[in-house]
């Protein structure tokens, strides 16, 4: 087994997908379904112990499959989510051009943090809190931090990151902070499970869509990030320092549109997969 794909399903047990089954690996590795982050952060600091017992014992697992099991968010409760403004040249020219040549870039900007209470799910929904302001979505490459990271540079922060999966960063647009902007309940969809950063390879070679409903919307490579993975990682980790279970996530390329209630929203990333949302308004 070179790799694992490994997905939170059906009130956060752990599986390990392979094809179109997902074998519940819970037992072999000491899982709580109570604690899934705690979990998740102990299965990535003890890694090859884990990876052995997992091959050791996978003939013994029950077996489900993936079309009949509910997703989860992959990692469910980061202590923090680090997320990348303006990452990609033809976004920053389309940013640039819509805000009147505003001269954003992410040598400017930084960073931002997300609330990692905005976290769900493949097949969840997306609520959109206002039916009088502009909500995007944004498609991203997301990936975890799987061992605590300060200051490390960019050529070691392969050794650091545990695997990846893709994201969207919803957001309202206006004049409030990006936190704020971005931050609301249900506003950064992820999955559809963590590929581990050995079958990834490469993350800076990523090819990437995004569809509303069957419009083709974002369409793009990491090869064209600004700041590539291990480089954001580095700006990341000379600020604070990264635990173990933290999302990093890389910014959006152009194409970034408007989201409304009754949308389907799918993204998909080459070597990782593919989930979809549902978009609707906010009850109340």
């Known amino acids: 087994m070179k790799s694992l794909k490994l997905a939170l399903f059906n009130q956060s047990k752990i599986g390990l997908v392979q094809d179109e089954v997902v074998f519940d690996i819970s037992s072999l590795i000491g899982w709580d379904s109570q604690k ?12 090859p112990e884990g990876k052995t017992k997992i091959e050791n014992g996978l003939s013994q697992c029950e077996v489900y499959q993936l079309s009949d099991v509910k997703l989860e968010p992959p990692v469910p409760n980061p202590s923090k989510i680090i997320a990348a403004p303006v990452n990609y040249f033809l ?6 051009e819509q805000f009147n040549n505003a001269e954003y870039t992410i040598e400017k900007l930084g960073f931002f943090l997300k609330a990692p209470s905005s976290i769900i799910g493949p097949g969840d929904t997306v ?20 061992k605590k990271a300060k200051d490390v540079p960019a050529s070691e922060a392969h ?10 960063d919803i957001t309202v647009r206006g004049k ?12 950064t969809p992820i999955g559809p499970w963590i590929v581990t950063a050995d079958e ?12 509303v409903n069957d419009e083709l919307r974002q369409s793009a490579n990491t090869k064209d990030l600004i700041y590539d993975c291990y480089k954001f990682f580095e700006v990341a980790s000379a600020a604070m320092t990264l635990e173990p279970g933290d999302i990093l996530t890389t910014g959006t390329p ?10 389907i929203v799918t993204i998909n990333i080459e070597r990782i997969g593919e989930f979809s949302v549902n978009v609707e308004y906010k009850e109340g």
Do not use: C
């Open 200 to 211: 990834v390879e490469n993350p800076n070679e990523l090819g990437f869509k995004l569809w």
């Open 254 to 263: 152009e194409g970034v549109g408007v989201i409304n209630k009754g949308d």
């Open 127 to 146: 609520k959109l809190p206002f039916k009088d302001r502009r909500t995007d979505h944004e498609a991203e490459l997301a990936f975890v931090v799987g």
């Open 36 to 47: 899934p982050q705690e979990s998740l952060i102990k299965v990535m600091v003890n890694f």
């Open 176 to 187: 409030e902070d990006r936190p704020w902007r971005k931050s609301f309940d249900t506003f």
């Open 159 to 168: 050794n650091y990151i545990f695997g990846y999966f893709a994201l969207m």
């Open 91 to 96: 976004h920053q020219d389309e940013m640039n």
